[in-house]
């Protein structure tokens, strides 16, 4: 099927922690992108929400260390977009980059595996569930793709790697 968006989660998926037994980076300096991920990302034509002659893009990132006190929502923010940025070669398009910074079992409905997320981007690019795809590397990010009722593709189909590490 050819889609019409395609959500990444980050930590695992577009880019991973340089800190040794450390999840996700709290600062800069401490992440870096898979090589596969810019190669993999140039092959399409990405198109900002409003634009109808490609393919939207997002991000739906857990960012449950900004509840726990170990960095700032802005800087977890700063990491993403900074992230993207790296990966996508351009800035992110406003309201395209989301995150949870909730704690985990809070309850939200944004933190993967609820559908949160997901669900708004859906709707900044005006696309139904049967257009999207969720590409990520933990069973909450499948889940939440299936909770949002949209496609699922593991990193080993998106990006033909095995494992996050």
Request: net charge negative; with cysteine.
């Given at each position: ?74 800087m977890a923010m700063s ?14 398009a406003e309201d395209t ?10 309850g939200c409905s944004c ?55």
């Amino acid at each position: 099927m050819n889609y019409k968006l395609i959500i990444f989660d980050a930590d695992g998926t577009l880019r991973y922690c340089t800190v040794e037994k450390q999840p996700c980076p709290n600062k800069d300096g401490e992440w870096a992108l898979f090589p596969d991920v810019v190669q993999k990302l140039s092959s399409f034509n990405w198109v900002p929400p409003g634009d109808k002659s490609g393919v939207g893009y997002g991000i739906a990132s857990n960012q449950g260390g900004v509840g726990s006190g170990y960095f700032s929502e802005n800087m977890a923010m700063s990491l993403l977009e900074d992230t993207f940025r790296a990966a996508f070669g351009f800035s992110p398009a406003e309201d395209t980059v989301k995150m949870c910074p909730h704690i985990p079992y809070s309850g939200c409905s944004c933190r993967k595996p609820a559908p949160g997320m997901l669900e708004e981007l859906m709707k900044l690019y005006k696309v139904t569930p049967e257009q999207v795809l969720f590409v990520g590397d933990r069973d909450d990010d499948m889940n939440a793709a299936s909770n949002a009722g949209c496609d699922f593709q593991w990193i080993s189909e998106f990006f033909g790697r095995n494992t996050a590490d």
